[in-house]
């Protein structure tokens, strides 16, 4: 069979319910002889561009291919990994590696890690669909100045015997927050609340930092009250409060001339308790230990 037979075959499946014009026949025959070179060579295009376009569609992707057959291969659908947690650059990998597309939101950050992730892990999506991931800095280092201190009770120099019930320690120390002496900071906590929830913040200031933490007074509406024999300065709002911020209850005083305390409530936790009360309470039970 001749290029111009197959060519033919193929036309006719397109056109056999065209109904052609009176005059079309004539057309045809008239210009039959001037056009069969080209028709030859268009022929075989057409029939070589229609063999192309005819491939078999490969629904198995593991299968391997048969030599010389052009293949269009079908991707099975993937589960979702889960890349929480992880630096921005690695789960973008993971996700690569699984036949996914990432899409960064928020810190566009190398270090950033996976706060969330959309779709979440576990959901059944298409190859090369695309994850949104929600990325966020890396906490801050907390500040340890006075390393690991347990349950942090006791810490400057001195001891806490009472705290109300349901915090523990914050696991973060500070040094030299006041004044040009020696002074710390530490604060307790809800449990498993960050440490910026604090519920209770505690002040140490020894020698020149002592008079300097005792004598800064921000605070408005003041009470003074005695403490083991000694006059402390009882505050509702606190210093915060006085600046226009959130109100903190704070209790200062000093235990002797060289050292003095201050306790802070959280803005928070001041709603959930009676805070003048357990200011005073916690005040009553803090002890020198040096």
Known sequence: MTIEDDLADAMAAHVADVQAGPGLGGAVRRGHRARVTRLRVAGAAIVTATVAVTVPVMLNPGGPADAGQNQVVMRNDVTVPDVTGRRATEAAKALHDAGLKAA??????ANGL???????????VAWGSTVTLHVQLPPAPTPQALGDLGDGREFGGIRLTYLP???????????DVVGPGKSYTTSFRKSGLQQADYAVQVIVAHGASAAALYDFQPEREVETVDLGGRPARLSRDGDSGAAGGPVTPTVTWKLRKDLA????IGPEYAKEIDAMSELRKIAKGVRPVR
Request: aromatic share 6%.
């Open 104 to 109: 960064l939101a928020g810190m566009s950050s």
């Open 114 to 124: 996976v706060g969330t992730q959309e779709p979440a892990a576990g959901k059944v």
């Open 261 to 264: 305390v201050k306790l802070l």
């Open 165 to 175: 019930d349901g915090l523990e320690w914050g696991k973060w120390s500070k040094d």
